[in-house]
C-alpha cells in the first residue's frame, strides 16, 4: 500500500493560485500513475488531473485545462497541482490518489490508494 498525505490547501481569493502537494511513502512509488480528484459538497467526486510515472503523459478535466497543472518528481516521491484562476466553483476537498499501473486514468474506481484530502476554499 502506498501511505499519501496531501497538503496546500486553504482560503484563497477568485483569481488567486495554490499549489498542492502530496507526499507519498510506503510501498515502492515505481511505476505508479497518480491522479488528483476533488469532491464538493452535493456533487460526486470529480477527476481533476492525472500523471503517468515518467511525467510524459498528462490528462485534465475539461473543467480545469489552462489553469492547472500536474506534475511530478519522482526523486523526492511528490505529485504536484499547480492551480491557477481559482474560481469559486473550484472549492472542494482535493484528494491524491495512486494507481498500480502505468496508465493514465480518469476513473477514481482504477486507482488503489488515496490520501485524506485537503481543503480549497475559494471566495468571490
Known amino acids: 500500500q502506498v501511505q499519501l498525505v496531501e497538503s496546500g490547501g486553504g482560503l484563497v481569493q477568485a483569481g488567486g493560485s495554490l499549489r498542492l502537494s502530496c507526499a507519498a511513502s510506503?510501498?515502492?512509488?515505481?511505476?505508479?500513475?497518480m491522479g488528483w480528484f476533488r469532491h464538493a459538497p452535493g456533487k460526486e467526486r470529480e477527476f481533476v488531473a492525472a500523471?503517468?510515472?515518467?511525467?510524459?503523459?498528462?490528462r485534465c478535466a475539461d473543467s480545469v485545462k489552462g489553469r492547472f497543472t500536474i506534475s511530478r518528481d519522482n526523486a523526492k516521491n511528490m505529485v504536484y497541482l499547480q492551480m491557477n484562476s481559482l474560481k469559486p466553483e473550484d472549492t472542494a476537498v482535493y484528494y491524491c490518489?495512486?494507481?498500480?499501473?502505468?496508465?493514465?486514468?480518469?476513473?477514481?474506481?482504477?486507482?488503489?490508494?488515496w490520501g485524506q484530502g485537503t481543503q480549497v476554499t475559494v471566495s468571490s
Open positions: 500523471i503517468s510515472w515518467s511525467g510524459g503523459t498528462t
Open positions: 490518489a495512486a494507481r498500480t499501473r502505468d496508465s493514465v486514468s480518469t476513473r477514481a474506481y482504477e486507482y488503489d490508494d
Open positions: 510506503g510501498r515502492t512509488f515505481v511505476s505508479h500513475a
